[in-house]
């Protein structure tokens, strides 16, 4: 199917993004089971993703969107649902009627308590077979951890995570475990039912566009290879900045915090990426196995190093985008007295020939002036400056930026003469966007649930994997469990104590992390 065949299939999208999906594999039909139909993530996510892949046939004929949840539903309270959340979060859907009545047409309901075997029986009832007898079933856990091996137990029992009769696959959101104990135990009980083969361990960042762009282009061009290195590279900062509170999440964050929730998970794994060799193949086992080499080289916190290369604070009230907020501990439901980071810096450094003493520094916080996610690679400066006689004393480090959020792409950062009669110098930024006039790309849930489809499990955490970030930073959590008290930052600004000292073996300063960095 070319992409004509696509568009022709609904006229009234024009301004889809359909130049991105261009390509996509169709994959083969299956049954996408749904636990937690009616929660928060299934609404705002895995509906609308699931829609937009119906759009641009990326599902499969004949796949059914099963929802399954102890609400006290009928087929048609369940179809009424979906169409309700499509309406807010992807109205398009809906609003075109051929668009609305073939993904009707798809929807199913299963009504029943996870811990009830019956649900389960009825489950098998409801699951369609292809036309070549397999009956193919994603399932999907968008339920709390704590009924995960509940779950897993019941698909095992009922015969559901058999694969004689088509694929069964299972996805599960983070947090993939609290601490490494915790995660052992839940990686032992989901392979105590499924195959690790089976098992997807979703982390919607690394299916940002920017991020897998980040593979392609360090593997796929030779002009950097020769300076993907210690020898000319300084450092790298990751940086993912929000200007939002905790919302309605005190619940999680309260037992969480910016370390476990961001660091632990998005960002090292975005740092894998970086650093990573180059694997032998695409195949998802030697993708992850580059990246668990990083991991294992990932040098051990010393007491000394958890004072200096990691850094903690809570937001107190100020001032985001003009509105006043409320401090940390006044948001609802969280405690007076709480010491939970709400910013978290780390400094690691990655024993192996290619990293040896280059700091790759992770920060992450809330309440702060911009939503920005950003790879900062920052060279070093050239071993004799000709140009000290110059107005401009020092020269500007160059920097490779991947921009993940906003406005993905890339930017270079270079040095050149000003306009006119003296060899003045300025930064030059060379920007490159991701994203192509009329255009968009698909969201991150669109491309993990299409690669969960196709079995493609490069984007997705192996058990090892998981259990070895945990190792990494639970000297942290830690250290930081014993501190009765916690420095706090003004909303709406980049004050915080300590974070400027992570980059003092560094040259240069953090980056500026604003979503408007006009060219100079």
């Known amino acids: 199917m070319n992409h004509h065949d696509i568009i022709n299939q609904e006229p009234s999208l024009e301004k889809a993004p359909y130049a991105c999906l261009v390509g996509g594999e169709i994959p083969e039909p299956a049954n996408i089971v749904i636990f937690g139909a009616s929660g928060d993530l299934t609404k705002r996510k895995l509906l609308p993703a699931l829609a937009h892949m119906h759009r641009w046939n990326l599902l499969g004929p004949h ?146 566009e920017a991020v897998q762009n980040l593979m392609v282009f360090r593997f796929a061009n030779s002009v950097l290879e020769p300076l993907w290195n210690r020898n000319y590279i300084d450092h790298v900062q990751i940086s993912v900045s929000e200007t939002l509170g905790i919302g309605y999440r005190a619940g999680y964050y309260e037992t969480s915090g910016a370390l476990r929730d961001m660091i632990q998970s998005h960002l090292m794994q975005v740092m894998t990426l970086v650093a990573m060799e180059p694997p032998v193949s695409l195949h998802a086992d030697d993708v992850r196995t580059e990246k668990m080499k990083v991991l294992r080289a990932i040098r051990p916190f010393t007491e000394d190093d958890l004072q200096n290369n990691c850094v903690r604070a809570q937001y107190s009230d100020g001032k985001v985008e003009g509105k006043r907020v409320p401090a940390y501990r006044e948001e609802e439901d969280v405690a007076h007295n709480s010491c939970t980071e709400t910013f978290a810096a780390v400094k690691f450094y990655i024993d192996n020939w290619r990293w040896q003493n280059v700091p790759f520094v992770l920060r992450t916080g809330k309440r702060l002036p911009s939503r920005v996610s950003e790879i900062c690679i920052r060279f070093k400066t050239p071993p004799q400056n000709l140009f000290k006689n110059n107005a401009q004393q020092s020269l500007p480090q160059n920097e490779l930026v991947f921009r993940l959020q906003p406005d993905e792409g890339m930017q270079l950062s270079m040095t050149a003469k000003q306009p006119g009669l003296s060899t003045a110098m300025r930064q030059l930024k060379l920007n490159a966007l991701y994203s192509m006039e009329g255009a968009g790309m698909p969201e991150a849930y669109e491309t993990l649930l299409h690669d969960v489809l196709l079995g493609e499990a490069a984007l997705f955490s192996r058990a090892d994997e998981v259990e070895e970030s945990w190792k990494i930073v639970e000297p942290i959590m830690q250290a930081w469990a014993k501190e009765q008290d916690i420095a706090t930052y003004e909303a709406g600004t980049w004050e915080i104590p300590g974070m400027d000292e992570l980059l003092n073996d560094c040259c240069g300063a953090w980056r500026n992390c604003h979503a408007d960095d006009e060219e100079q």
Not at 123 to 147: C, R
Not at 155 to 163: C, M, V
């Open 63 to 208: 796949s059914r969107i099963i929802g399954v949840s102890r609400e006290q539903w009928k087929q048609s309270h369940w179809v009424n649902y979906v169409h309700d959340q499509l309406l807010q979060y992807f109205p398009d859907a809906v609003l075109n009627p051929p668009s609305w009545q073939a993904i009707n047409k798809k929807l199913n309901f299963v009504r029943g308590d996870l811990s009830d075997p019956q649900l389960y029986q009825e489950l098998i009832k409801t699951l369609h077979a292809a036309e070549d007898g397999k009956t193919n079933v994603l399932f999907y856990l968008a339920i709390p951890p704590s009924w995960y091996a509940t779950v897993c137990k019941n698909l095992h029992d009922a015969g559901l995570s058999n694969e004689d009769a088509g694929f069964r696959r299972i996805v599960v959101e983070k947090p993939f475990g609290m601490d490494y104990h915790s995660a052992h135990q839940l990686n032992s009980e989901f392979q105590t039912y499924f195959k690790e083969s089976q098992i997807y361990r979703i982390d919607h960042y690394l299916g940002k």
